[in-house]
T-cell receptor, first 118, second 112 residues
Framework: GAVVSQHPSRVICKSGTSVKIECRSL??????MFWYRQFPKQSLMLMAT?????????EQGVEKDKFLINHASLTLSTLTVTSAHPEDSSFYIC??????????????FGDGTRLSIL | QKEVEQNSGPLSVPEGAIASLNCTYS??????FFWYRQYSGKSPELIMS????GDKEDGRFTAQLNKASQYVSLLIRDSQPSDSATYLC????????????FGQGTILTVHP
């Protein structure tokens, strides 16, 4: 169990385009979803934490108006990169976890979306 | 001081040997510890979770946790070329529930 599906896997688009990425937990209810960005040869950088039915919590330095996150249900979160520019080109990865008591459950990652802005 | 530290490597071991990956963390309140494997161009894949002191074994993988020393390790026995990847240590709990703090990753190369 614990399968997370992320779409699309790759996006190539022109500067100024808005891009929407979907993240779905297929076989469990994800109380919390996370969005990461990863640049080449670097570790994952957490962008925001998303809880179902509430506003996302953004990490310091991440523009909430640029990276819109919606967590409408226990199985779906979306990240929209608005008016994307070449510097937004990166590997975007979502993850999801179940909340079970006080112990932090592992996060399960989607396959990632490689975004290239021309 | 980084919150989660790993030796970035690269660590190179011959096929069939034991690969030993180490990780230290700074938040004493941390409760959950994870090892992820990430192949180049792919997303991380969970290998092991460990929550209490001691060893936890799963197939060729053994995770070791020592909370007093704030140290967690991953041993890979009978290493295979397919184990060549970046291994990420991740820590959760403490000051922020649910969020993972990642180390920078150790690059492992298993050569035939």
């Amino acid at each position: 169990g614990a399968v997370v599906s992320q779409h699309p896997s790759r996006v190539i688009c022109k500067s100024g385009t808005s891009v929407k990425i979907e993240c779905r937990s297929l076989d469990f209810q994800a109380t919390t979803m996370f969005w990461y960005r990863q640049f080449p040869k670097q570790s994952l950088m957490l962008m925001a934490t998303s809880n179902e039915g509430s506003k996302a919590t953004y990490e310091q330095g991440v523009e909430k108006d640029k990276f819109l996150i919606n967590h409408a249900s226990l199985t779906l979160s979306t990240l929209t990169v608005t008016s994307a520019h070449p510097e937004d080109s990166s590997f975007y990865i979502c993850s999801a976890s179940k909340r079970q008591g006080p112990i932090n459950q592992p996060q399960h990652f989607g396959d990632g979306t490689r975004l290239s802005i021309l | 001081q980084k919150e989660v530290e790993q030796n970035s490597g690269p660590l190179s071991v011959p096929e069939g040997a034991i690969a030993s990956l180490n990780c230290t963390y700074s938040d004493r309140g941390s409760q959950s510890f994870f090892w992820y494997r990430q192949y180049s161009g792919k997303s991380p894949e969970l290998i092991m979770s460990i929550y209490s002191n001691g060893d936890k074994e799963d197939g060729r993988f053994t995770a070791q946790l020592n909370k007093a020393s704030q140290y967690v390790s991953l041993l890979i026995r009978d290493s295979q070329p397919s184990d060549s990847a970046t291994y990420l240590c991740a820590v959760a709990g403490g000051t922020s529930y649910g969020k993972l703090t990642f180390g920078q990753g150790t690059i492992l190369t298993v050569h035939p």
